[in-house]
């Protein structure tokens, strides 16, 4: 049994789908690990890792949407607004999705759905550098 361990960088122009399924893949690909799983892991408190529709960009949009309605800026029930407006709710919707996911390796490949991609989901307005971390155990 092996395992690998990467770190790599993306950034963001503010809130959003951003996909890095092409970092990570290729990444794998470069291990020669056959059989196994990865883990891909954000580790930050105001952003996301989710897998997602990559076909229709509409549900990018709907889905940003929805969590925009879902959890609204300037709810004056928020404490904590330390870095301004969008502070808590980057918070409360990163806790509702979630900082990692770990996706299957079969061949040396990604085991991602026809229309399946992995995407950093970006809950800030500003722009930010955000790291990403992979971690693949296999032989």
């Given amino acids: 049994m092996r395992q690998a361990n990467h770190q790599f960088s ?7 789908l951003y996909n890095i399924t092409y970092k990570v ?3 794998v690909i470069q291990q ?3 059989s196994g799983l990865l883990t891909v892991f954000v ?19 709907d889905l940003a949407n929805f969590f925009q ?3 609204p800026e300037g709810d004056s029930n928020y404490l ?3 870095e301004g407006l ?9 806790a509702l999705t979630q900082t990692q996911v770990s996706i299957p390796i079969n061949s040396g490949n990604l085991l991602l759905g026809t ?7 970006e809950h800030r307005r500003q722009p930010h550098t955000r790291k990403i971390d992979l971690h693949l155990i296999g032989e």
């Fill in 25 to 27: 893949k290729s990444w």
């Fill in 86 to 94: 969008d502070d808590m709710p980057a918070h409360i919707r990163s």
């Fill in 69 to 71: 309605q879902l959890v």
């Fill in 43 to 61: 580790p930050h408190t105001s952003a996301s890792i989710i897998i997602q529709e990559n076909a229709d960009p509409d549900v990018l949009h």
């Fill in 10 to 16: 993306t950034s963001t122009s503010g809130k959003g």
């Fill in 32 to 34: 020669k690990i056959s």
């Fill in 115 to 121: 229309w399946q991609d992995v995407y950093l989901f």
């Fill in 80 to 82: 904590h607004h330390s």
